[in-house]
């Protein structure tokens, strides 16, 4: 099946620093990639939707100027957390979709803990 | 956006089958029914797709009524590695899922 990674798995970082987060579709091209997020004992709540070459779509209360989304390429998304504090500690998870569309396929996720 | 519904959590012994059944009564026209499975830590990994009556893997078989307002996956005899959370979700696969919506899933424990 089409594999999703992420890097890195996990970052510990101060808080007031950024930190930037790669989602990478490695044997598919992806035109359209997801970033989720997912609190402990909680459920993935969809932050963003990307599209190759053009802007991302925020889900309503995600700040698109925290949370920097680019997808530069068609196997590459990054997600950048900017100037993160200690409650944007969670475990971030990427997926994708292929050009002839079809399931999301998630990558291992990366936990982030800002200290 | 369609809504799932699903049991919190469930509970079974190695060997069993274990059915996990999903309530989406308001599914589009266009919705597949697709089912996840997802360990601590991990991202969630495909199990099971299906649109309507039953669709059957190496891993997993789906029921899907004909009004398709419910769907249930078979696990059949589960093993301890199959504890794990596993979520129901619809959406249309023709826009690219952009209208899954991740419900609470369910947490099945299977013990020996």
């Known amino acids: 099946g089409a594999v999703v990674s992420q890097h890195p798995s996990r970052v510990i970082c101060k808080s007031g620093t950024s930190v930037k987060i790669e989602c990478r579709s490695l044997?598919?091209?992806?035109?359209?990639m997801f970033w989720y997020r997912q609190f402990p004992k909680q459920s993935l709540m969809l932050m963003a939707t990307s599209n190759e070459g053009s802007k991302a779509t925020y889900e309503q209360g995600v700040e698109k100027d925290k949370f920097l989304i680019n997808h530069a390429s068609l196997t590459l998304s990054t997600l950048t957390v900017t100037s993160a504090h200690p409650e944007d500690s969670s475990f971030y998870i990427c997926s994708a979709i292929g050009t002839s569309g079809g399931e999301q396929f998630f990558g291992p996720g990366t936990r982030l803990t800002v200290l | 956006l369609a809504k799932t519904t699903q049991p919190i959590s469930m509970d079974s012994y190695e060997g069993q089958e274990v059915n996990i059944t999903c309530s989406h009564n308001?599914?589009?026209?266009?919705?597949?029914i697709t089912w996840y499975q997802q360990f601590p830590s991990q991202g969630p990994r495909f199990i099971i797709q299906g649109y309507k009556t039953k669709v059957t893997n190496e891993v997993a078989s789906l029921f899907i009524p004909a009004d398709r307002k419910s769907s249930t996956l078979s696990l059949p005899r589960v093993s301890l590695s199959d504890t794990a959370v596993y979520y129901c979700?619809?959406?249309?696969?023709?826009?690219?899922?952009?209208?899954?919506?991740f419900g609470k899933g369910t947490m099945l424990l299977v013990s020996p």
């Open positions: 044997d598919f091209q992806a035109t359209t």
């Open positions: 979700l619809v959406g249309d696969r023709n826009s690219g899922y952009s209208t899954l919506t």
């Open positions: 308001n599914i589009a026209t266009n919705d597949y």
